[in-house]
């Protein structure tokens, strides 16, 4: 074995260690040739030993490519026309003196991740709702709709959620955050060129409305 060679200068230097490292290349059934002089050592097929060092003695398998791209193509975020508040009133409607309480987008957010032939998309969006004359604390819901449509204004996905947002006690504000993580599209061949993701208030996607404090006069 030529890798023994290697260690005769170290021997004479560093005593019994460096027995007990020639001992541990002799014990490498597939030791590679470590001779500087050899000149098919460039191509030489690397042994067990090197394996291990390098820690792939048993490789894993193979993944696919991450699509970093992905994250510079996700389609830009948008509110839909109309939809960026949400009005409920007790009495006559648009009288501003009736309004029960009022909801409003106050910002969004998008992220978009490979998944080999698909996208996932993740939308995060942050409301705030706001106590009127005729409301009181307590819980509401509101209707936000999430969508995505393609450069055809054709929809991938629209879904309803419906949030109930606490007003404390003693408080006309609240915020709430709302992040839908389950959006899954295919990647177009135009790389979501064109596509946009939507967001606004649904008042005909409103549930059955949970009964709340209502202020009296």
């Given amino acids: 074995m030529r890798c023994v060679s290697v260690f005769r200068r170290s021997e004479a230097a ?49 993944t696919p490519p991450v699509d970093n791209a992905i994250k510079n193509d996700c389609p830009p975020i948008e509110v839909l026309d109309g939809a960026a508040s949400y009005r409920v ?25 490979g998944l080999g032939v698909e996208a996932g998309i993740k939308v995060g969006v942050v409301g705030r709702v706001i106590v009127g004359p005729k409301g009181a604390p307590g819980t509401v819901r509101v209707p936000l709709r999430i969508a995505v449509v393609d450069e055809a204004n054709k929809p991938l996905y629209s879904q ?4 109930d947002v606490a007003i404390p006690p003693g408080q006309s504000v609240a915020n709430f955050t709302r992040v839908q993580e389950d959006i899954v599209v295919p990647i177009p061949a135009n790389r979501f060129r064109g596509w946009r993701i939507l967001v606004g208030y649904d008042p005909k996607g409103a549930a059955a409305e949970p009964k709340t404090a209502r202020r009296r006069g």
């Fill in 14 to 62: 560093l005593g019994a260690r460096s027995v007990a490292v020639a001992a541990l290349c002799l014990g490498l059934a597939a030791c590679g040739t470590v001779d500087p002089n050899d000149p098919n050592r460039a191509t030489a097929n690397p042994g067990l030993g090197t394996k291990l060092l390098l820690g792939n003695a048993n490789p894993g398998p193979l």
């Fill in 160 to 163: 309803v959620q419906q949030i």
């Fill in 89 to 113: 009133y007790d009495g006559q409607e648009n009288d501003p003196f009736s309004l029960r309480w009022q909801a409003a987008i106050a910002e969004t957010a998008r992220e978009c991740s």
